[in-house]
């Protein structure tokens, strides 16, 4: 036929814009690796969920073991022993085997929490979303009114009433969380329906789940995880919170909101007992929140290539005189 | 049955505008147009005309308020379920944006094949759809290796082939283009209309062909509708219409285009102001705010059909048509 | 009434001349040669075209020249001498003296390029209060008399509007309007007619012709557009892959152009095509900056390449007419 071209697929002629999809896997590392910060940040993170995954089989059960004899020890001494390096509690503890104990704990209610939201949200988010009218209203009043109770207090009701289980914290977490999603997925749904492939679906008779499934569902997923990760620090943090209030994760069971709770009254004595699990929450909060930040550049085809400068530059805007130079 | 694919018959569309409380912006206001099998018909107009709410319209994305459609004897509007979803087949579109209108997460080969995922009867088999596939890969000119690739790594020309496969998928009786080359690289642009023309010559498709250049316009289509203000103002063969504008308008239009082969040309014509809100068109001739042949009349009636005298195809809505009486008549 | 006819140069000196620039883009996949070795000079009172498809580097080359240029594109040689400044060299105070007074650049977008949250009347006096120091009421009745120069209507209400309120058309003569605010040597235009309708684009291109005999400004159109230069402009320069492969008054290149490329581009424009005819188009994909060929740019899709275009890079040769091809005599062929 005339018009036959040369099979070779070719970039896109602008050349800011040119990066071989094929290879996937290694450009989004590339992206990671380029920004230190971030890489940083991943590494942490990584390690945190390492402990709470494989952290407590390695512990054994240091972690209940009690030894009054070593009770309130101080830190950063190996005087009592490997395990203790950290400080021990009143109990006498070790502090180090009772962090990663925590560490578990946490993101087994910090992690499941974020899903159910993110699930629930984004579902009924995109299908409101998508319909608009009546579908879309309904979804955005409910959002406000769960939105505008205060979500702790909304914890501290529910789980006062209910007994305070892991489940229980996890299920009003998740709930009051589902606002933050469900706009999320509402608003780049509805801008979705505006966009031409949209059209184009439409046009070959696709029904609204389809269109919903193939083309709404991966062009949101980004932004939702972005989210997801930011939601997670705050998940965590209010667990916390609740823990420090004392209707959160209950003794025995250990979680770094417990501890900090726990250590209150031995500040001025035992600061260990609080700033260790304080500063556990903060580096993995500080974590994800910067991966969150590296994530939404990441994801973001136009925004990407601010990834790919190297940090200085981004402050000077004219150099050329140093290229000249 | 009547030998025109497609009659439209007076349609009327108009949306209403948060913030405009009771007016309503008015997109199409009674539009009149017939589509031949295997003919091209060229729809031009400029921002705001309402060409791509008659494009929508026609591909049943949007529907009328009033006004009649007939596609092969059947009002389209009429059907539900199924038998609407049969219909959907018939007509298809190329859209104007080769990169938004592909979703970037999908090979081509998907996005080829996604029609088909709504009409599961079509194609049965995981290999017969490849098939297909990959022989709407070579009529389209892009070739097997095209399967498996993301939009990102076609150029804008082969991503609009890419949507031209995807249109014809279906196998339908009337593609809608609308603005399918504005957005390429000339040398591409080029490339693309051939493919077009062959793929009319091959599988007898009839094209409703929407841009604002003239000269493309003038390459592609058998027949040509000039659209202002949500009404078609002249129509008639492209040659007519082009050669000896009827509609002061299309005459400004003509005028306006930059010419490459810089013949000795009348003086251009410019008009006064811009094109008027639809929100608030103007009474009786929506074109007398620009137009220096207005007079008192065009205020208070609407304009008649002033038919061409030398092509009886060629009609124009005017009080003071610029052929007449067999004349071209000074501009 | 053509371009030429209004030529009015005080003096045939070029007001701007630019030698050799050459700018570097870092990918992350590597780098990449977007403007290379481009050289060309602008006279007052005339217009030049740099035509061009997308990804030729004509705008990075006018955003190189304004000093934009993003953070990963780097100017790595040439000059580009206006008025007895280096523009590839200035620092930014120089930058900034030059900026509108000198040099302007009117862009694409209008909507982008004018500040949503600024009245027009604001906005059109900032010239003034930044150069000439001028105050509030004085930068406001010039203000006013440069919206009624390019023919806003109605100037001294519609000082108050937003830019959001003015349609297209409208909005780029307001972009012109700041453009020339300062009687600048050279004004830069980016596909300034693009998005907009023919006929408001008709208009544009007439006030921009006014502007110039007014102003005695020298005009580098930016555009793809090869009607438009073949009307508005007075010398082109065809670019490609980054280079330049044709220059010389516009008539002439377009009546006999000595590059296929250029060939190729007037081919491709449906002229006095009819019904039916299939267009001589040209053939392959538009060039990859990755992997610019040694020799040639133009040699994977050019009907003349030989041996020897593979292997040197012709050089823009010649007079008043240059082409950067090895076989120019043979392109009426094409």
């Known amino acids: ?325 | 049955m009547s030998e025109n694919l497609l009659e439209v018959r007076d349609m009327r569309k108009s949306f209403s505008v948060p913030n405009a409380g009771k007016k309503k912006l008015c997109a199409l206001d009674g539009i009149t147009l017939d589509l031949a099998r295997g003919e091209t018909l060229g729809l031009v107009g400029e921002s705001g005309c309402g060409k791509s709410t008659l494009a929508r319209t026609l591909l049943m994305l949007e529907r009328p308020d009033s006004g009649s459609v007939r596609f092969d004897g059947i009002d389209p509007f009429s059907l539900r379920g199924k038998e609407l979803l049969a219909f959907r087949r018939r007509v298809q579109m190329v859209f104007q944006d080769p990169y938004a209108s592909l979703n970037a997460r999908m090979t081509a080969g998907d996005i080829i094949a996604e029609p088909w995922r709504s009409h599961k009867g079509l194609y049965k088999g995981r290999r017969d759809r490849d098939t297909r596939v990959r022989g709407l890969l070579d009529l389209v000119g892009l070739g097997a290796k095209a399967f498996d690739k993301y939009p990102q790594e076609f150029s804008g020309g082969q991503r609009q082939r890419i949507g031209i496969a995807r249109a014809l998928a279906l196998d339908p009786d009337v593609i809608i283009c609308d603005e399918p080359v504005s957005a390429l690289d000339l040398s591409v642009q080029a490339q693309v209309l051939n493919l077009l023309n062959d793929l009319q010559d091959q599988l007898g498709i009839s094209y409703i062909f929407i841009s604002h250049d003239l000269s493309v316009v003038r390459h592609v289509a058998d027949r040509v509708a000039v659209m202002y203000l949500g009404r078609i103002i002249e129509s008639g063969p492209t040659g007519a219409v082009f050669d000896r504008p009827n509609h002061p308008y299309t005459a400004a239009l003509m005028s306006a285009a930059p010419k490459l082969d810089g013949e000795q040309r009348p003086e251009r014509i410019l008009l006064k102001g811009e094109v008027p809100s639809p929100l608030n068109p103007p009474s009786g001739c929506r074109f007398r705010t620009r137009c220096w042949k207005a007079t008192e009349v065009c205020a208070t009636t609407a304009p008649p059909s002033a038919v061409d005298p030398e092509a009886s195809g060629h009609a124009a809505e005017c009080h003071h048509p610029l052929l007449q009486k067999g004349t071209l008549a000074s501009v | ?334």
Request: charged residues 20%.
């Open chain 3, 1 to 334: 009434m053509t371009a030429v006819a209004e030529r009015l140069p005080d003096t045939d000196d070029p007001v701007l001349e630019v030698d050799g620039l050459t700018v570097d883009i870092r990918t992350i996949t590597g780098t990449v040669r977007a403007v290379n070795d481009v050289s060309f000079s602008a006279r007052r009172g005339e217009t030049l075209a740099l035509l061009g498809e997308s990804g030729c580097g004509k705008s990075m080359t006018a955003t190189a020249l304004v000093g934009l240029l993003e953070p990963v594109a780097d100017v790595v040689g040439g000059t580009a001498q206006l008025a007895d400044v280096d523009l590839l060299r200035a620092d930014r105070k120089k930058r900034r003296e030059i900026a509108g007074t000198e040099l302007a650049i009117v862009f694409q977008d209008a909507l982008t390029a004018l500040n949503p949250l600024y009245t027009v009347g604001t906005q059109l006096a900032e010239p003034f209060r930044i150069h000439h120091s001028m105050s509030a009421t004085e930068a406001k009745a010039k203000a006013i008399e440069l919206m009624a120069r390019v023919g806003i209507p109605q100037p001294e209400t519609r000082l108050n509007s937003y830019p959001h309120q003015f349609s297209g058309g409208m909005r780029q003569r307001l972009l012109i309007a700041m453009a020339v605010a300062l009687n600048p040597s050279v004004l830069i235009a980016d596909e300034p007619t693009t998005a907009l309708d023919v006929t408001v684009q008709a208009q544009i291109m007439a006030l921009l012709r006014d502007l110039r005999a007014e102003y005695k400004m020298a005009v580098v159109l930016i555009t793809h557009d090869l009607a438009l230069v073949a009307e508005e402009a007075d010398r082109v320069a065809v670019m490609y892959a980054g280079n330049i492969v044709e220059t010389g008054p516009v008539a002439e290149v377009f009546a006999n152009p000595q590059h296929p490329y250029t060939k190729g581009l007037l081919n491709s424009v449906p002229v006095h095509a009819r019904r039916g005819d299939q267009l001589k188009s040209i053939g392959g994909t538009p060039p990859d900056l990755h992997a610019i060929p040694d020799g040639c740019v133009y040699q994977a899709r050019c009907p003349l390449a030989r041996e020897i275009c593979a292997t040197t890079r012709p050089a823009l040769a010649g007079g008043d007419r240059k082409a950067a091809c090895h076989f120019p005599e043979e392109v009426p062929n094409v």
């Open chain 1, 1 to 325: 036929m005339s018009t036959q071209l040369d099979l070779v697929p070719v970039k896109p002629t602008t050349a800011i814009v040119g990066e071989p999809e094929t290879r996937k896997r290694s450009k989004w590392f590339r992206l990671l690796v380029n920004d230190r910060v971030a890489a940083a940040a991943a590494v942490v993170l990584g390690l945190v969920f390492l402990t709470g995954i494989i952290g407590p089989m390695v512990v054994g059960n240091l972690a209940t073991h009690i030894d009054l004899d070593n009770s309130n020890q101080a830190p950063f001494t190996l005087a009592h022993g490997w395990a203790n390096i950290l400080g021990t509690d009143p109990l006498g503890r070790s502090m180090l085997a009772r962090l990663i104990v925590a560490c578990r704990t946490t993101l087994s209610v910090a992690v499941p929490a974020v899903m159910i939201s993110a699930i629930v949200g984004s579902a009924i988010g995109m299908w409101a979303g998508y319909y608009r009218g009546w579908r879309e209203t309904v979804a955005m009043r409910v959002a406000d009114v769960i939105m505008s109770f205060p979500s702790l207090l909304l914890a501290v009701v529910v789980l006062y009433v209910f007994s305070p289980s892991a489940a229980n914290i996890v299920l009003v977490l998740a709930i009051t969380r589902i606002p933050v999603y469900l706009r999320t997925a509402r608003a780049e749904s509805a801008e979705l329906q505006s966009r031409l492939f949209v059209d184009a679906a439409r046009t070959f008779g696709a029904s609204a789940q389809a269109i919903i499934w193939r083309h709404v569902v991966p062009v949101v997923l980004p932004t939702l995880l972005t989210v997801a990760t930011l939601d997670f620090c705050y998940v965590m943090l209010a667990e916390s919170s609740l823990s420090f209030l004392g209707i959160g994760i209950q003794p025995p069971d250990v979680s770094w909101g417990l501890m900090v709770s726990q250590g209150r009254t031995y500040l001025h004595t035992a600061w260990w007992l609080s700033f260790f699990p304080g500063l556990a929450i903060v580096i993995t909060t500080v974590s994800a929140t910067i991966l969150a930040a590296w994530a939404r550049i990441a994801t973001d085809p136009g925004q990407r290539w601010r990834l790919t400068v190297p940090q200085k530059r981004l402050s000077r805007f004219t150099k050329t005189t140093k290229a000249l130079a």
